[in-house]
């Protein structure tokens, strides 16, 4: 891409109003969620939205961004920043460093995924800490109260996505996503998205359970991906008055060849956070899915790709230390303790790591059809005068159909399904 083109200049000047406080000097690419989402509305393809537990992923997925000119999404869950070692505070500045490193001309969005909110005292959490991700340059935020009834979500999100200005990208989440067989309902989907309508939120995307499941499958133990896309397909239909499509959660493990039917089924955005996780470890991984092989009983670190095999062994010792199963995919708190190391490993190491999560990146966003997407985000912002991408949409139906009598009667799940 051009970055002395008349289009990308267009662009510089309107991305969001966060973004320009923080580089309005810089020829960073980084847009509104919301026009990265339309764009692929448009085109019917899906976004390659990465999770970057560690800077190098960021790196990686931007540099076959560049070279396939695909709009893409780097993103962090809140649920992440615990035991990560990229952060809400840390990876906007990253991935400004990189594009800029690669010449910028890199079209993307920065993404909080999985905004986990579980009852009032997170709504309250939300409302002063959301402000402040804004500041630091996110432009798409993932409200999930997916974990409350449906009027608790439906009035969660609603609070919420009130205290994020309009113009960035939102998505929203109905039915806790945790594996085959557990699949949101179109009344469901209806309800809620139709209730945030009006109330005048207006979602560019909406995550569902779909039979997806965050993490690595164990197929030594009977797990199997179980995206249903008929169900997703339904669902898709019913909201579609409303503007919203699908953001599909959970693909690490999920063959490639499913991945290319995604696109003719809603889905607009495509997340895979541990499959690039296992990439920088290193491990074995199954090579259609991306899904870590644990038949030999557990990890298998390959020498020769992701961090450095001394590394690798002190992972091994404090996993052992802290009494985790050698296949569980609780090694996902190492990127944390062990973040810095990972980032001080030689440059040799680290440019095997950024070069295989560039092949795998490049291969997601052709099974996405997503190649020259990003020409496509310069014309949907070409549209409109200036840098608010707030969606031209009001509301269909009273706020009066959207109370707790109306609400549908989901059984309120147990146990911990966070990314």
């Known amino acids: 891409?051009?970055?002395?083109?008349?289009?990308?200049?267009?662009?510089?000047?309107r991305r969001p109003l966060n973004v320009r406080a923080l580089w309005g000097n810089e020829n960073v690419g980084l847009v509104s969620g919301r026009d990265i989402y339309a764009a692929c509305r448009e085109l019917g393809c899906v976004a390659l939205a990465a999770n970057c537990r560690n800077p190098l992923t960021a790196k990686g997925v931007l540099r076959a961004a560049k070279k396939l000119n695909a709009a893409v999404v780097l993103e962090v869950a809140k649920s992440e920043t615990t035991y990560?070692?990229?952060?809400?505070?840390?990876?906007?500045?990253?991935?400004?460093?990189?594009s800029k490193e690669l010449g910028d001309g890199v079209i993307f969005a920065m993404h909080v995924d999985h905004y986990g909110i579980k009852g009032d005292s997170d709504v309250n959490k939300a409302v002063s800490h959301l402000p402040t991700l804004v500041t630091e340059g996110w432009t798409s935020v993932a409200i999930d109260a997916s974990h409350l009834q449906d009027y608790e979500n439906l009035c969660a999100t609603r609070d919420v996505a009130m205290n994020i200005p309009a113009y960035l990208g939102l998505e929203v989440e109905v039915g806790e996503i945790k594996g085959a067989g557990e699949l949101s309902t179109v009344e469901e989907a209806l309800f809620f998205i139709g209730g945030l309508n009006a109330w005048g939120i207006y979602p560019d995307l909406l995550a569902i359970s779909n039979g997806s499941q965050h993490g690595t499958y164990d197929a030594a133990s009977g797990q199997q991906e179980g995206i249903d896309l008929n169900r997703t397909r339904e669902i898709v239909d019913a909201i579609r008055p409303y503007g919203v499509s699908i953001a599909q959660h959970g693909i690490s493990g999920t063959p490639l060849r499913?991945?290319?039917?995604?696109?003719?089924?809603g889905i607009n955005k495509g997340n895979v956070a541990t499959l690039f996780q296992n990439i920088v470890f290193g491990v074995r991984m199954d090579p259609e899915t991306g899904n870590a092989d644990t038949s030999a009983g557990g990890y298998v670190k390959e020498s020769g790709r992701g961090i450095g095999d001394a590394l690798w062994n002190k992972i091994v010792s404090w996993a052992d230390g802290e009494k985790l199963s050698r296949k569980s995919g609780d090694y996902k708190k190492a990127n944390l303790p062990f973040g810095k190391s990972i980032?001080?490993?030689?440059?040799?190491?680290?440019?095997?790591?950024?070069?295989?999560?560039?092949?795998?990146?490049?291969?997601?966003?052709?099974?996405?059809?997503?190649?020259?997407?990003?020409?496509?985000?310069?014309?949907?912002?070409?549209?409109?005068?200036?840098?608010?991408a707030s969606p031209d949409r009001k509301p269909l139906n009273a706020r009066g159909n959207y109370t707790a009598d109306h609400a549908p009667n989901r059984k309120k799940s147990e146990g911990n399904f966070d990314d």
């Open 343 to 388: 980032m001080g490993e030689p440059d040799e190491i680290q440019e095997r790591i950024v070069g295989e999560t560039e092949e795998w990146a490049i291969r997601f966003i052709r099974a996405m059809k997503s190649e020259d997407s990003a020409d496509r985000v310069l014309e949907v912002m070409s549209r409109r005068p200036d840098h608010n």
């Open 258 to 265: 499913k991945v290319e039917e995604f696109h003719k089924y």
């Open 1 to 13: 891409m051009d970055i002395n083109g008349k289009a990308y200049k267009e662009m510089l000047a």
């Open 84 to 98: 990560c070692f990229g952060n809400f505070e840390n990876l906007p500045t990253w991935a400004a460093k990189y």
